[in-house]
């Protein structure tokens, strides 16, 4: 399994981006999927979560300016950004919980490898 994200880059404050992630490799379904960030010398958060079904779920840091979204036939999960701030520079993660194809009743989380976003003020 790999996830691989695209879109970030380096706008001005109070633009947008929109980043992806998309899925591939062997499995039996992707179950939650999520948007996570890290900042230099901090932890890594949620930013935003979707269920299989569609349900959302932000972080207050970004309720109105962040939508996550997916695809499921395309196992893409994105993530609209816009209202831009430099608080929000970090590197964008994805994380989706997928189920095994062998044991479809076993999951496991599995990360991209990041990308980044720069805003300047």
């Known amino acids: 399994v790999q996830l691989v994200e695209s879109g970030g880059g380096s706008v001005q404050a109070g633009g947008s981006l929109s980043l992806s992630c998309v899925a591939s490799?062997?499995?039996?379904?992707?179950?939650?999927m999520g948007w996570y960030r890290q900042a230099p010398g901090k932890q890594r958060d949620l930013v935003a979560h979707?269920?299989?079904?569609?349900?959302?779920n932000y972080a207050d840091s970004v309720k109105g300016r962040f939508t996550i979204s997916r695809d499921n036939a395309k196992n893409t999960v994105y993530l609209r950004i816009t209202s831009l701030k430099p608080e929000d520079t970090a590197v964008y993660y994805c994380?989706?919980?997928?189920?095994?194809?062998?044991?479809?009743?076993?999951?496991?989380?599995?990360w991209g490898q990041g990308t980044q976003v720069t805003v300047s003020s």
């Open positions: 490799g062997s499995f039996f379904s992707i179950n939650a």
């Open positions: 979707i269920t299989s079904g569609g349900t959302t």
């Open positions: 994380n989706a919980e997928i189920s095994s194809r062998q044991q479809p009743s076993v999951r496991q989380y599995w």
